[in-house]
């Protein structure tokens, strides 16, 4: 594998959750294959999760890993071409991936959506920069449309977790102050139509993703229907596609609480994090034996080194 931003660019995905189990029993058995390569992790975004399991991940490999806030640490970057800079921005992001490319085997790149030009964010305009200038094999740590390291990591989670062949698992749209990337949707969307699960995604109207991530998905505005029988669900606030980037009035009601489980009696409950307590998933839930995210947010690890390993290989 020389680049992974989605599950397009997978061969096997059941293959590669397996590969993630496998890991996971036995972190070490591949120690020697990273030996004397450089993984460097740079972060135009914040990043707790990413940043520690993927770095985590490369050292199980025996890479050495480099981690860069360029948003904090490095010089402002100019991403636009044919302009004069004179004025805050430092170096050109053809200069600057271009070097850190030069001391790199794989790179990782986050990089968030403006959300306010939804043609730039879905043309993927910085990440794809980077796949052009710095010319190694790059991972998305999150991109404008997509986390794909975050949703393969949720995968493995179903796989590890599930009762039955094929388990019901539900998307459903949680409130938030403030507009979030459309990106872990979209994601766990494209990534779940290749699963073996029944997907039913559940959201206020207004809130449609993008179909090119919901092709095969159940799409409903009623949540108490979407929840019933759920073997897992998937809590996470977006903003709205059309009218890009905004957060819609009212919907306060759609937060999941404990009595929205009563007609699931064997759902767990899953997020990305970062989570809000109490406006996106409430505190009852977090506490209890329902919650996996923590169970989740530690296969990132595995996940992560999955497709590290993969990528080693095809160096
Ligand atoms: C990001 C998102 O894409 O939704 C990262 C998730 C892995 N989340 C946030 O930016 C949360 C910010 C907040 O203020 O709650």
Known sequence: MKLFTSVNDVTDVAALVAEALTLKQTPFAHKHLGENKTLCLVFLNPSLRTRISTQKAGQNLGMNVIVLNIDKEGWALELNDGVVMNGTTVEHIREAAAVMGEYSDIIGVRSFPGLKNRDEDYSELIFNKFVEFCKVPIVSLESATRHPLQSLADLVTIEELKTKARPKVVLTWAPHIKPLPQA????????????????????????????????????THDQDEALKDADFIYVKNWSAYEPYGKVLPGNEDWMLTFDKLKDAPNAKVMHCLPVRRDLELSSEILDSDRSVVIHEAGNRVWAAQAVLKQMLEAL
């Open 184 to 219: 872990v949707p979209n994601s766990f969307a494209e990534w779940m139509c290749k699963g073996d699960v029944d997907f039913v995604i559940a959201q206020p109207a207004g809130y449609e993703l993008s179909e090119e991530f919901t092709q095969g998905a159940t799409i």
